[in-house]
Structures are given as structure tokens and as C-alpha cells.
């Protein structure tokens, strides 16, 4: 299973372009190309990334296509693209909406994305966030962490063992036992999932109260000693250099070494993976970010 060492910090992103939502995308992005996505991952593939991240919608309700657009490419379909052109980064699903499929389905999805990528599948696991889309699917929302708890143990028996039951499938993964399940959020809920499994992503900046709390119950569970990912995202953009556009008012700008005391002196203790965004003005100078993060700001990160 895939695992951070001890006492490094380990970097990732979310990939833009795979979706649009207003919330986060650049005007850049409308007229992408899958080549600028792939160019994107390539350079994070190339520069030292733990992982590229998708996330997953199926549909979005009219009265929300404004502000989260209605451009989601779907998930696997995405990963295992991205997977035939990478050669060492993860495939992360940030977050995949276990409440939506069943877990046979959803086993087979991953263990196919980990044996094609050769092992580099992670299962990002979220319970989503939009009403009506469960609506539209026959799932219950007022449900939806409930069935999340429900389904999570069968996904990890089915990614772990040939057969469940009387019904097997192959391929494998690749990873053993499985690929790594890491779940997404910020709330109690969520935070209290996260402990029992392999790791946590953050809906936003990791609070100290937070990382206090999985701590404990990792302890309690008696499972603290066991390898474990918490997540920390920047809340902020980032652009290394000088840009030459207009950059967004809550972006950080400045040297590698002044971008890497930033997201040092954000992160709660015990934090060893960060995810990380960029502000640029076109797909070209995106991917140059990427790798420049990579290159020059990831080393100085390290403990």
C-alpha cells in the first residue's frame, strides 16, 4: 500500500481543467484541450508529486449550473487516461461519492485503475454535497453518511480479497493489501471516518482541533502506530516568480524559499501531505508552475 515516508513531507494537486466549477477554475480553462491536461499532470508526474486528483460529480441541478458549471469529467474515465500517460504519480479521486454505486462497482473501478497504472491508484472518499443530484440518482442525502460508513468496509473487502462471498473479479490491485482509502471532509463526521481508515482529506486548511481529534481516536482504536496520510490544503494560490498577469487578491506570490515558509509555518504538527493549487494565466504557464513547485519549492519542505 502506498505510504508516506517518515519525516517527509509529501506534495500533491488537484488537477484543473477536469472540472470548471466557477468557484475555482480560470477563464483560461473553457478553451483547454485534453493535451493541456495531460501536459499539466506530466509536469507534476516529472517534478516529484505524491499524486494528480479528480473529483466526481455525475450531474449538476440547473439551479447550481452557474456556480459550479456543469463540466465534470468523470472519474475513472479521467484517471485511467491520465494513467496511460504518467509513469509515477498517484490517481487520486478527490472525492469519490461511494454513496452513489455499489462497492462491487466501486472495487472494480479502483482495482483496475491500480493494475493498468501499475499500482497507483488512491481511493479519495467523500459522502458529496449536492441534494438534488442524490435525488436524481434514488440515493438519500439525509442518509448519505450512513450508507458512506455502510459501503467503505465492503469496498476495502472487495479491493483486498478476490472473492466477497460466491462473486469474485480480477484484475487486482496491484497495492497490498489494497490501495490506500482516504477520506475527504472537514466535519465531525468526517473527521471521525477518517481515523478508521488511511487517511484524511481536508475540505480546505487541516485545524489543529482537527488533527488533535483523529490523533486521538487513532489511539483509542489502537491503530496509531500504523502508517497514516493527513492531509493539509493551501488555501491559497500560488505563483513562484514574478507573474507577468493580474493574480487573484488571495494569491501567495513570491521566491521558492518564501513560498515554502509560507506552507510551513501554516501546517498543524503531524501533517505530512499538502495539496496545492497555482495562479497562471494559460495551460502553458500552469504547467511551468507545477513543475517549478516541484523542482524548487518541494525540497525546501522537507524536514
Known sequence: MLEIPPGTLAFGTQLPIQTQTTLLAGPWEADTTPA????IARAADRSGYLYVAVCDHVAIPRDKADTMSLWWQDTFTTLGWLAAGTEQVALLSHV????????????????????????????????GHVEAEFDALGVSFADRGRITDEKLPELAEALEHTYVGEMGALPRPVQSPRPPIWIGGSGAAAVRRAARWDGWLPQGPATHEAVDAIRRQREEAGTADRPFTLGHVIGSWLHIGTPTHEVRPTSCVGSPEQIAESIRAQLPAGVNQVQIRFDAPCATAYAEQVEAFG?????????
Do not use: E, N
Not at 36 to 39: F, G, P, T
Not at 103 to 117: C, G, Y
Open 36 to 39: 493541456d491536461l495531460m501536459a
Open 96 to 127: 469519490y461519492v461511494l454513496a452513489y454505486r455499489h462497492p462491487l462497482v466501486a472495487a472494480k473501478a479502483f482495482a483496475t485503475l491500480d493494475h493498468l497504472s501499475g499500482g497507483r491508484a488512491i481511493a479519495g472518499i467523500g459522502v
Open 295 to 303: 523542482t524548487l519549492v518541494g525540497p525546501l519542505l522537507q524536514p
